[in-house]
């Protein structure tokens, strides 16, 4: 028996009545249903129409963010149409049990009754993912795209279904939490983050206020099928085995990570089944994408990349040259029979390993790894420190063609967790305390061990792979250049982590652009910067890794540096600012063999973030016959632009940091910042405006990992990766650096930097470090700066009259506050890039008569 039929909603916030209709129309049954649906109505210029499926107990509100912004003026002419399933939203309540094929084929009724012809874009959520490929499959005449947020169409093996499904499926309990109360619904709308308004959670729970309304939120719980024997199973097997069908039809997969219903397995397993989708993760949102996250902003991008042609390339006036592929392993192949050292720990009483050691402990590997089914392409997680035992791994997986996935503990333990579930790796190979970890937090990719404690752990070691590959050294053909090699994450100090992928032949370009610093085969490297502990046997030069905690830089002491130094004789060494600062701070405690040694380093490299050159000539002092270079770069291309001490002081003070020439191979240009802020188009070399820093190099990563979105935006210039740094030309070509364009202050007298005036109130010898932020609404926005003081304080305050008034005489702009803090918030991984972005939301708070504590 039919139901009541409401046909508008009540007016509810974000939903424009003037969406409402019904639609009435004879089911597969022959029995006449009534439809709710949200229509923006078509229109003589429209190009398609984009069908929107809610899951369950949610309804077609899902899509209200949609709906607006394809009915405003300036949308794309895209019609959008949002469903309420029978029985559920507004829709007609029929009383009947409806399986996964009658909900398919409900949707082609409202489809054929509405004259849908084409062509459309499937838009799915939850349950309604599955519903909307099966109409899909069935209308490929009409079908022009397919997106998908946070759904499944398989329960892979192996992972338990879904702990909010199961708990509501127990016997006597689904009634009870999905119809006789709202308690299942209240649950998933609490799944929302940041919470729902309660006027908006109040929406989506109009449809359901009795139990009558509420029947179909259980039925639909029931109707999943986690069994060969239920009866929905056959129709959602049919939908995910034909999925590869779909290999031609564009793809879009938007995910929350943070979803405790649909997780990590089964976004693999549908990236397994449309391998050809683009894929982008909100990193903090969770189930409720549309709520979390611009899920229309994403659509309308990706709409409009839909049908634009590929952009020619932007010619240049001089041919960049093709540069042969040698892999990132020739100078260790070529060094095989060589029994002169390679690389030596100085943790754990140190070990040395030679060449000729190195590169058979890499093919035994390398065998034994293939041997126990890592295959070309598979990602291989590597979570082992810096050492002989990191290099050989890495080497073995890059020799076999498997990607390296490289989240060092740098991140944090959330950033790693998080880039571990983003890049999802087939493979990890672990040290002990990284294997519990991937245990407890339930990491993905079967695992392999690189610690004594790996066989308590179950986990293969490292050795046993070795034995194992030294019995039948027969390795797979080599990867070919452009297949991808590594996953590199990002520190993370702007934002979450990004995964940069780079390509064979793109790793490769990264070592020939070192050679170019003068890190050549006659080098012998100290590698205090982690990335770099993998380059020097690329390189061909001896390295050393000195005693220190790889997530902790600033841990390097002068004499851990000597002694790595003294163990290679060296004659170059890389370490960030933060381990050069405590290089310095402890120089005193150096005996006269230890200062030998540092005497005898010629090179003295500085990267990660901005070095001060009294930072670099304090340095010299201890390694009096080097000459101090700060390289420019990042995770996504490494390096760009390099300068010496001597060039640094020959520069003198400008607005920013001076970063000196590009490279060999490198092109560096400006997209100019407009009043506003906002970054031009196209790139300009032309000295003098302040913009963002666009580079061209054979060294740029190929793309981000799982972030179609940043990706879109790092590229859209076609050659040129949009650093997200800010900065000038000078007349001689040099490069400067102002800051982030994230950190970019418009003010109602334009625009500023934060770099120039945090340089100009470090000059105060009161100050050790600078911050500005600003506060307020961009456009008017106020000057706040702050400041770690010498002496450092104990807690944060308002800086003293005496402290403001010596900063507001050297700093440009008028300030509004100086606040002091005892240490400046900084990155894991370097210790030195400053948080501005946490520092900007406590001066917000304390500027609108906020605490000081909790900054």
């Known amino acids: 028996m039919s139901g009541h039929h409401e046909v508008l909603p009540p007016v509810l916030p974000g939903l424009d009545r003037a969406w409402s209709r019904s639609v009435t129309a004879l089911d597969s049954q022959g029995v006449e249903r009534t439809w709710h649906v949200l229509d923006t109505g078509s229109t003589p210029q429209q190009v398609g129409t984009l069908l929107c499926v809610h899951g369950n107990p949610t309804w077609s509100y899902l899509w209200r963010h949609l709906l607006a912004r394809f009915s405003r003026p300036d949308a794309l002419p895209w019609r959008v149409v949002a469903v309420d399933h029978l029985d559920m939203g507004f829709s007609e309540r029929t009383g009947t049990v409806r399986g996964l094929a009658q909900r398919i084929a409900d949707l082609g009724t409202v489809t054929d009754a509405l004259d849908l012809t084409g062509p459309v874009i499937t838009v799915g959520h939850d349950w309604g993912g599955a519903i909307s490929l099966g109409w899909a499959l069935r209308h490929r005449e009409q079908l022009r795209g397919v997106v998908l947020t946070n759904t499944a169409v398989h329960q892979p093996s192996g992972s338990p279904a879904p702990a909010l499904i199961r708990l509501a499926g127990l016997p006597g309990v689904l009634p009870a939490v999905t119809v006789r109360t709202p308690t299942f619904l209240r649950a998933t709308l609490a799944l929302a983050n940041p919470r729902l308004p309660e006027p908006v959670r109040e929406g989506y729970l109009a449809p359901y206020r009795t139990p009558d309304r509420r029947a179909a939120i259980g039925g639909f719980v029931a109707d999943i099928p986690l069994s060969p024997q239920h009866p929905s199973w056959p129709a959602l097997q049919e939908v995910a085995q034909r999925l590869e069908t779909l290999a031609e039809v564009p793809t879009l997969l938007l995910w929350g990570p943070r979803d405790p219903v649909f997780g990590d397995a089964h976004l693999r397993d549908l990236r397994t089944r449309l391998p050809h989708a683009q894929l982008h993760r909100f990193e903090g949102a969770g189930h409720l994408l549309a709520e979390d996250a611009d899920v229309a902003g994403a659509v309308t991008q990706w709409l409009t990349d839909l049908d634009r042609p590929s952009p020619a390339p932007i010619p240049t006036t001089t041919p960049e040259p093709t540069v042969a592929w040698r892999p990132l392993w020739a100078a260790l192949a070529e060094r095989s029979d060589d029994r002169s050292v390679a690389l030596v720990e100085l943790a754990h009483r140190g070990r040395e390993v030679s060449w000729s050691l190195l590169w058979r402990r890499i093919q035994e590997?390398?065998?034994?790894?293939?041997?126990?089914?890592?295959?070309?392409?598979?990602?291989?997680?590597?979570?082992?420190?810096?050492?002989?035992?990191?290099?050989?791994?890495?080497?073995?997986?890059?020799?076999?063609?498997?990607?390296?996935?490289?989240?060092?503990?740098?991140?944090?333990?959330?950033?790693?967790?998080?880039?571990?579930?983003?890049?999802?790796?087939?493979?990890?190979?672990?040290?002990?305390?990284?294997?519990?970890?991937?245990?407890?937090?339930?990491?993905?990719?079967?695992?392999?061990?690189?610690?004594?404690?790996?066989?308590?752990?179950?986990?293969?070691?490292?050795?046993?792979?070795?034995?194992?590959?030294?019995?039948?050294?027969?390795?797979?053909?080599?990867?070919?250049?452009?297949?991808?090699?590594?996953?590199?994450?990002?520190?993370?100090?702007?934002?979450?982590?990004?995964?940069?992928?780079?390509?064979?032949?793109?790793?490769?370009?990264?070592?020939?652009?070192?050679?170019?610093?003068?890190?050549?085969?006659?080098?012998?490297?100290?590698?205090?910067?982690?990335?770099?502990?993998?380059?020097?046997?690329?390189?061909?030069?001896?390295?050393?890794?000195?005693?220190?905690?790889?997530?902790?830089?600033?841990?390097?002491?002068?004499?851990?540096?000597?002694?790595?130094?003294?163990?290679?004789?060296?004659?170059?060494?890389?370490?960030?600012?933060?381990?050069?600062?405590?290089?310095?701070?402890?120089?005193?405690?150096?005996?006269?063999?230890?200062?030998?040694?540092?005497?005898?380093?010629?090179?003295?490299?500085?990267?990660?973030?901005?070095?001060?050159?009294?930072?670099?000539?304090?340095?010299?002092?201890?390694?009096?016959?080097?000459?101090?270079?700060?390289?420019?770069?990042?995770?996504?291309?490494?390096?760009?632009?390099?300068i010496t001490l001597d060039e640094i002081v020959h520069a003198g003070p400008g607005d920013g940091v001076c970063v000196g020439l590009p490279l060999p191979g490198v092109r560096v240009a400006i997209a100019a910042l407009d009043t506003t802020g906002v970054p031009a188009e196209q790139p300009d070399d032309t000295p003098g405006p302040t913009g963002e820093i666009m580079v061209r190099a054979a060294h740029v990563k190929d793309r981000y990992d799982a972030l179609w979105l940043t990706e879109r935006a790092s590229s859209r210039t076609p050659g040129w990766h949009r650093t997200g740094d800010v900065g000038y030309l000078d007349p001689d070509g040099k490069l400067w650096v102002q800051g982030r364009l994230a950190h970019v202050i418009v003010t109602s007298e334009g625009v500023l930097t934060p770099v120039g005036i945090e340089q100009q109130v470090e000059s105060l010898p009161q100050v050790a470090r600078a911050a500005v932020v600003g506060v307020g609404p961009r456009g008017a926005a106020q000057v706040v700066v702050i400041v770690e003081t010498l002496p450092p304080v104990r807690r944060a305050r308002l800086a003293s009259r005496e402290l403001a008034d010596a900063v507001r005489a050297v700093a440009t702009p008028p300030v509004v506050a100086v606040l002091v803090v005892p240490s400046m918030p900084t990155d894991i991984r370097h210790n030195s890039k400053i948080d501005r972005t946490r520092l900007s939301r406590w001066a917000e708070r304390v500027v609108a008569g906020g605490r000081l504590d909790g900054w």
């Open 365 to 642: 590997i390398a065998a034994g790894l293939a041997s126990s089914g890592v295959r070309r392409g598979d990602r291989v997680a590597l979570l082992v420190p810096p050492g002989a035992d990191l290099t050989a791994a890495v080497y073995a997986c890059l020799r076999i063609g498997a990607v390296i996935v490289v989240a060092d503990p740098g991140l944090g333990l959330a950033g790693m967790n998080r880039a571990l579930r983003s890049a999802a790796p087939a493979h990890l190979i672990a040290v002990d305390r990284a294997l519990a970890l991937a245990r407890v937090l339930r990491w993905p990719g079967r695992r392999f061990g690189a610690g004594p404690g790996a066989a308590v752990l179950g986990a293969p070691t490292l050795g046993r792979l070795a034995r194992l590959g030294a019995g039948d050294r027969e390795l797979p053909p080599a990867p070919e250049p452009d297949d991808d090699a590594a996953v590199l994450f990002t520190s993370g100090s702007t934002g979450p982590a990004k995964g940069a992928v780079y390509t064979h032949r793109q790793l490769a370009a990264i070592r020939d652009a070192l050679s170019e610093l003068g890190l050549g085969a006659d080098a012998r490297i100290v590698a205090a910067f982690a990335p770099f502990a993998l380059f020097g046997p690329a390189l061909g030069a001896a390295s050393a890794i000195p005693d220190m905690r790889a997530t902790a830089p600033r841990t390097l002491t002068a004499t851990a540096l000597a002694e790595a130094t003294a163990a290679i004789d060296a004659s170059a060494v890389f370490a960030s600012p933060a381990a050069l600062r405590n290089v310095v701070e402890t120089g005193d405690t150096l005996d006269a063999r230890q200062r030998t040694a540092l005497e005898g380093v010629t090179l003295l490299l500085s990267a990660g973030a901005p070095v001060p050159a009294a930072l670099l000539t304090r340095a010299q002092t201890l390694m009096p016959k080097a000459q101090p270079h700060t390289p420019y770069g990042m995770t996504e291309v490494l390096p760009v632009s390099d």
